[in-house]
């Protein structure tokens, strides 16, 4: 056992959090934001469009499944498994509720993530280097049960980080590269304790990113990673056993190559920056990853003996290199939040290792920083709601009407219910907190983790109707539905992709390009931000404005709907048609 470990940690420090409760703060964690809300603007929207098209390829152009492609254009992110995923709960799902199927295999992948995350950090703390100090007359902390703790500790700061929250729960390959990352992550962990599985682990993670649009990264991954695991082997009987982890690795490194070839997943990247632009990269990581930065920041301190040799011990090693290649993902791919997503496994492993070297202090700065914030946090969404639902206080309900113009609140027993029994549960375990207990080395993260899972559900609850009249396209596909009633069938031009999938899923039409009037597709409609461009094309195909469609949530967007100036069979003028209001 390595002399250098700042760890110091006796066995009544490491006793069991109670898996019940860490079962329910996980799936009160997971399910709200998947369940019960509309898809929002402007990525979790296309990815439903393309998911849509794969599976009804009769509401669109034809789409092939090597290429998805939405309104004519092929994804950008070049992501296939997150689409194909969603497109196969697709099948045979309820009109009204293909939203709800797709979020299906994401629901799963989040709580993979989750389940990966406490296997890795469990792994890595039976590392002997990541041991704490043996005691000279005994009662130092189990292996078993200081790892066990460990990895309570690291799931708990990952649910605590503020950037994972609206993130892991849109259906959006940004989900799928998360999960597929963090199967990289605990299948090199467990080497070589578990070969065959999490040989699997890695192969399917490498692959799986591969296929969600991520194939550099899950190279940079698989090989740094095995690369330091295997240099962390310091017993020469596991020589002939490296050699094989690396034969392995070569051939999954040669699979993840071969398929992004084949299915042409490769693309140049690269955005150029300066060291100007490293405040807002720091700016980013400072709240995408609060609180847990700050924990992993002084988990590197302390352990800063093992730091200079850090390659041989995988505790360390490895979370900073899934970390290293993340940001700098991350910097080359325009300061893109959703590449920052691949980096909190590793940091919330990090904090892990920084909990049981703590001083009581520290301890106690973070459950009052935490108690404040997250309670304030709490606070300020009831009394929105409440102005909401009474009109008092007066101010915020006016700033409420202001923000979100023409929005009527509605009251949901379900939803009270649930936040008001989540609020209680916060003040039971505030109360637990602050009493007298046995320590923990979990204890640290038990606030921020709960504060995070009850803003969270507060937020897809109490504000969840504020939230898709404010992020969705609900209200302004039925003004155009107004208008064109049971149409089936659109012709657009100049709208963006989310738009087209609003259309696609609400309106439940069939799309197509823009071109001369017809009768069977006689409505055409655009974004009014394009008209411009594309007003002498439409007056010469025979084109005439009818309405205008307003998102009453975003007065600066606006769909246009235009009908044939006359009727395509008796070249007549038609009658008006009703105007949204």
């Not at 697709?90 to 709800?100: H, T």
Request: aromatic share 12%.
């Amino acid at each position: 056992m390595n002399h250098t470990t700042p760890a110091i940690v006796a066995q009544s420090a490491v006793r069991r959090l109670p898996r019940l409760a860490l079962l329910l703060l996980c799936a009160a964690y997971v399910l709200p934001g998947f369940w019960g809300r509309e898809p929002w603007k402007a990525q979790d929207l296309e990815a439903l469009g393309y998911m849509l098209q794969l599976a009804q390829p009769a509401m669109g152009e034809v789409t092939s499944w090597f290429r998805p492609s939405l309104l004519g254009q092929h994804d950008p992110q070049l992501a296939l498994l997150p689409y194909w995923l969603g497109a196969a709960f697709l099948y045979g799902a309820p009109v009204g509720w293909e939203d709800a199927f797709a979020r299906i295999p994401f629901i799963a992948m989040l709580a993979l993530t989750l389940a990966a995350t406490w296997y890795a950090v469990y792994a890595l703390a039976r590392h002997p280097a990541a041991q704490p100090v043996a005691f000279a007359f005994g009662g130092e902390a189990k292996p078993a049960d200081y790892a066990r703790a460990l990895a309570d500790g690291g799931l708990l700061a990952l649910l605590a980080c503020l950037g994972l929250a609206r993130l892991a729960h849109e259906a959006t390959p940004a989900l799928s590269q998360l999960c597929f990352a963090s199967l990289i992550f605990v299948g090199l962990a467990t080497l070589p304790r578990w070969r065959l599985r999490s040989g699997l682990a890695v192969g399917i993670g490498m692959l799986g990113l591969t296929l969600s649009g991520a194939p550099s990264v899950a190279l940079w991954l698989g090989i740094g990673g095995s690369v330091l695991k295997a240099l962390g082997q310091s017993d020469p009987a596991q020589a002939r056993l490296r050699m094989l982890d690396l034969g392995l690795l070569a051939l999954l490194c040669l699979l993840c190559i071969t398929t992004a070839g084949y299915l042409d997943l490769w693309r140049w990247r690269v955005e150029s920056h300066t060291l100007l632009d490293l405040d807002v990269l720091a700016k980013l990581m400072l709240w995408f990853t609060w609180p847990a930065w700050p924990l992993a920041a002084w988990s590197l301190w302390r352990w800063r003996s093992q730091l200079s040799r850090g390659w041989r011990f995988p505790h360390l090693a490895l979370p900073l290199w899934f970390i290293g290649v993340t940001v700098v993902a991350t910097w080359f791919t325009g300061m893109s939040d959703r590449a920052l997503l691949l980096a909190l496994p590793g940091i919330a492993a990090l904090a892990a290792f920084a909990l049981p070297t703590l001083r009581r202090s520290l301890g106690a700065l973070i459950d009052w920083f935490t108690l404040l914030f997250f309670s304030f946090c709490a606070l300020t969404i009831w009394v929105v709601w409440i102005a909401m639902q009474t009109g008092f206080p007066a101010k915020t309900a006016a700033n409420v009407a202001k923000l979100a113009p023409g929005f009527l609140p509605e009251f949901s027993p379900m939803a009270f219910g649930l936040a008001l029994l989540a609020t209680l549960a916060w003040a039971w375990l505030v109360k637990w907190r602050i009493g007298r207990h046995r320590a923990a080395i979990w204890k640290s993260m038990v606030l921020p983790a709960s504060g995070a899972v009850l803003c969270w559900l507060l937020l897809m609850s109490l504000w969840l109707p504020l939230l898709n009249f404010a992020r969705s396209y609900v209200t302004m596909v039925q003004k155009v539905q107004v208008v064109t009633g049971t149409a089936s069938c659109m012709q657009y031009a100049g709208i963006t992709q989310a738009q087209g999938a609003a259309l696609l899923f609400h309106a439940q039409v069939r799309l197509q390009a823009a071109q001369t009037p017809s009768s069977d597709c006689p409505w055409l409609v655009i974004d009014e931000r394009n008209l411009p461009l594309l007003e002498d094309k439409l007056k010469a195909w025979g084109w005439t404005q009818q309405a205008k469609a307003q998102r009453l949530g975003d007065r600066s967007e606006s769909l246009l709907v235009f009908r044939p100036a006359l009727d395509p069979l008796s070249q007549t003028p038609l009658s008006p048609a009703p105007t949204p209001h």
